[in-house]
């Protein structure tokens, strides 16, 4: 007569969101970067985004079993895979395969694992592979390509295969002839060898507010982010902080010495800069947690990044200025707790 | 500009507010409500548990083999203030024995078991006969003796609340029509069936707490519930109106429609909505000069005033994906739910999960043996598919989706990682207290993290430490003193000692020279 059940502890209805289903969305928001990235670069960036997945995955894998976790759930969350896209991103288009590998390694072990793995990490795994390789390959990591429309890549499919493997130039070609700085690059040494912006900004490399190429590839992402805002992934304060930090200071700058500080539109469109704000800064893991926090947190990356950009060793600063402000969220996060209900 | 809190509150209803966070679930209710309200048959047994309200269990005042009839006092209980438990119906005491009772916990407890007679007859029965005149605090007594607690859920007696809102000259008595979780159709069904019950129970209410103002709140998307409502709102007036006796204030009862979002039917939650205001911490809505009351609770009042009926039955919604022909039942306390499941056509094959309460903050049963009580305003069943949780736990990746719809503004994250580490103080400090467990953080959790359930648990571990520390004080307080004490005594002693030897020294220093 009477009827038995298993019992539970309210709520009953079990979420329908998932981890996977949270990177799997960022990695489709990315598609339009990563196709306009192809369009100005060429097939190497797929190859670098296919070198890099395929080491996250197996580093992924043989840390999850050495720390006797199940597999196959851990590698079902997509994590490892939105690590590897974000850091093939970074490398030069025919970067030798052993820099994907030793970011990889940094990112997904050193990083990641090492520190308790999935939502334990303190650092952004994806820029501190990408930060390692920068110090440790500083030559190979500064031979971009320049932007070109499809067609006229310098590069094409087969050479960009034999010269990722080989790590040597493409065939019956070197370095120099190919390779071309990066906007920002050329901005850097121009400053420093006393042109005006102006002068270098008649650098081909320049295109109507930002880099060749490099600017309609910010757009791409740009709309992924916005896709990314609109599916509640990504919360707006990290982009709009950091993007605005950029935009504000950049324009002091600019008003102040025009001659030697790029517009503000240029910092925004060249580098990192818009991959990170809806990308990498937005890492929930390593970022801030409240909204104050985050509102703190995209301000300073902002910051950060134009600081090192002007002063620092690097010509573009995105990715330090992510793991310093890593470093400083757990800081953030505790002056920026939230006033609860009737206090 | 903002005014001070209480004339804010006054305000109430003028215009509507939001409060943080919430959901917008499915809410299923259509499917409880296609057929009318009806009385639920007579059980062979009726099982009234002596533990049905906040407080301790009351004491049983029959015997087994004792004839009683229909609302007849049967147990009493004195926490938190004194009340009865009456019988469903006329019969006789089967026995006061163990039986599954209803509780959250699980565990059985005392209840009393009723043979029913079948003639269902009412004791004498005593109405406030004319309540418009009659004095609040005989009002308020009348609704005591009835036995009647909030149905909305936490069963706190009723009376109790009335006397603390009239202590402290409450203005606004809010009616809390806004049944926001998924599934329960209860309170709908109860204001679309019987509205003039509730809008005369509101109205008594008003004249027991003396508020100025009483405010209905409904769901927006309760249709045919706000007309009839409304009808019936509009014909009480013109009846009092008609009868000239408005003079305590009934003209001030008015219907507002909220937005349906959960958990819009938590107090303070819908408090927010009509106020702006948030019940400051440590406080409750009296303070403020408001008082909720649940319409079910109001229809009970009307039952106890009008008719001198006490609370022996209630509104009920059996309903879910697992039983074969949900409906809204008019259940006597004491009916088995297998009973109540049986006549909604019973389960359904796949029935895998018995709940008191909606989806989000109801609690399982383990067995349909356990009766309806007070507090059960829904018996949900849930098929596997419902329940089926679809993913495994993962850690916490920090995405913030619990803040964002935490109606309390907490960080659930922050507060699960505390909580996690023992670290209860800190639990405490980020607002712990402030969780109103309503299960929303769950709901988005892409880790899965029973959220919820770390929150229950974490309050209960910071409740016995606070009780550990203040046994721990007081103890030390104890042997303190007690040294104190002991080392005064002991300095005393010395002191004498020391006078003795002195007064001796003198003596001693005198008696030479006496004898010489």
Not at chain 2, 209 to 236: C, H, K, N
Not at chain 2, 476 to 486: D, H, P, S, T
């Amino acid at each position: 007569m009477t009827r038995r059940f298993d019992t539970g502890f309210a709520p009953h209805i079990p979420a329908r969101a998932s981890v996977a289903s949270v990177m799997r969305q960022v990695l489709y928001a990315l598609i339009p970067g990563v196709l306009a990235h192809c369009w100005y670069f060429g097939p190497g960036v797929l190859l670098q985004i296919l070198l890099a997945s395929l080491f996250a995955v197996g580093l992924e894998a043989a840390m999850l079993r050495l720390r006797r976790r199940p597999v196959l759930q851990g590698l079902q969350d997509f994590s490892a895979l939105v690590t590897a896209v974000l850091f093939a991103l970074c490398l030069p288009p025919l970067a030798p395969w052993w820099i994907a590998l030793t970011g990889m390694f940094f990112a997904i072990v050193i990083a990641k694992h090492l520190y308790g793995g999935l939502g334990h990490n303190v650092f952004n795994p994806a820029m501190v592979g990408y930060v390692v390789v920068l110090i440790c390959f500083p030559q190979s990591m500064t031979q971009w390509l320049p932007a070109a429309a499809p067609g006229s890549w310098s590069v094409g499919l087969w050479d960009s295969i034999a010269s990722v493997l080989s790590g040597g130039p493409p065939a019956t070609l070197q370095w120099d002839a190919i390779s071309q700085a990066t906007p920002l690059d050329t901005l850097r040494t121009g400053v420093n060898s006393g042109m005006t912006v102006d002068e270098i900004r008649a650098a081909p490399v320049f295109g109507d507010f930002g880099g060749l190429g490099w600017e309609w590839i910010a757009n791409w992402y740009a709309l992924g982010g916005l896709w990314l805002l609109w599916r509640r992934i990504i919360s707006w304060q990290v982009p709009v902080t950091m993007i605005g930090s950029v935009v504000l200071l950049g324009l002091l700058a600019y008003f102040a010495d025009p001659g030697s500080n790029p517009s503000p539109m240029q910092h925004v469109f060249s580098g990192a800069l818009v991959l990170g704000a809806f990308f990498i800064a937005t890492d929930p893991v390593s970022g801030c947690a409240s909204n104050r926090g985050r509102l703190v947190f995209g301000a300073g990356v902002g910051i950060l990044t134009l600081v090192i950009r002007r002063w620092g060793g690097y010509p573009d600063g995105v990715a330090f200025a992510v793991l310093m402000m890593n470093m400083a969220a757990p800081l953030i996060d505790r002056y920026t707790v939230p006033r609860c209900y009737g206090k | 500009m903002r005014l001070p809190a209480r004339e804010q509150a006054e305000l109430a209803g003028q215009r509507l507010y939001h409060f943080h966070g919430g959901l917008r679930l499915r809410h299923n209710k259509e499917v409880s409500c296609r057929s009318p309200l009806r009385r639920s048959r007579l059980p062979p047994r009726l099982y009234v548990p002596l533990l049905q309200h906040a407080g301790e269990p009351a004491s049983a005042l029959v015997v087994p083999g004792q004839l009683v009839l229909k609302g007849e006092a049967i147990a009493r209980f004195e926490q938190p203030v004194a009340g009865f438990l009456h019988a469903p119906t006329s019969g006789s005491i089967a026995a006061i024995a163990r039986h599954a009772i209803s509780h959250p916990s699980g565990q059985e407890g005392l209840a009393v078991i009723i043979r029913p007679d079948g003639r269902d007859q009412w004791c004498a029965l005593q109405p406030v006969v004319d309540w418009q005149t009659a004095e609040p605090i005989t009002l308020r007594q009348k609704i005591g003796e009835a036995g009647i607690v909030g149905l909305g859920g936490a069963v706190f007696p009723t009376s109790a609340k009335l006397s603390d809102a009239h202590d402290k000259t409450i203005h606004t008595l809010i009616i809390n029509g806004a049944e926001c979780e998924p599934w329960i159709s209860c309170d709908e069904m109860l204001m679309r069936e019987q509205a003039a019950r509730v809008i005369a129970g509101a109205a008594i209410l008003q004249r027991a707490t003396e508020a100025r103002q009483t405010l209905i709140a409904i769901e927006d998307q309760m249709g045919e519930a706000g007309e009839r409502l409304q009808a019936a709102l509009d014909a009480f007036q013109a009846n009092s109106r008609h009868d000239g006796r408005n003079a305590s204030g009934q003209e001030q009862i008015r219907m507002v429609k909220v937005t349906t979002i959960y958990p819009e039917g938590g107090e303070r939650q819908l408090i927010q909505v009509l106020t702006g205001l948030e019940v400051p911490a440590g406080q409750r809505p009296t303070d403020l000069g408001l008082l909720c009351q649940n319409v079910a609770t109001a229809a009970a009042v009307a039952d106890a005033i009008l008719e001198g009926k006490p609370l022996v039955e209630r509104v009920v919604t059996i309903t879910g994906s697992g039983v074969h022909q949900p409906a809204n039942l008019l259940a006597l306390l004491g009916t088995p739910i297998s009973d109540l499941i049986e006549q909604c056509g019973g389960y359904r094959q796949d029935a895998a999960r018995l709940l008191l309460g909606g989806p989000m903050m109801g609690y399982a049963l383990s067995s349909d043996a356990n009766p309806m009580i007070k507090a059960a305003n829904c018996v949900l069943v849930l098929n596997h598919a419902d329940i089926a949780a679809e993913h495994p736990e993962l850690p916490c990746i920090r995405c913030g989706e619990c803040a964002r719809v935490c109606p309390s503004i907490l960080l659930p994250q922050q507060l699960q990682w505390d909580i996690r580490n023992g670290l209860l103080a800190d639990a405490s400090a980020h607002g712990l207290d402030a969780c109103i467990e309503c299960g929303c953080c769950d709901f988005v959790c892409p880790s899965q993290i029973p959220l919820t359930q770390w929150f229950r648990f974490g309050k209960a571990q910071w409740q016995q430490q606070l009780q550990e520390q203040s046994a721990a004080t007081l103890a030390r307080q104890r042997f303190e003193a007690r040294e104190l004490r002991l080392a005064a005594a002991d300095q005393q002693r010395q002191q004498k000692l020391a006078q003795k030897r002195q007064s001796l020294k003198e003596r001693r220093s005198r008696q030479p020279g006496d004898e010489t």
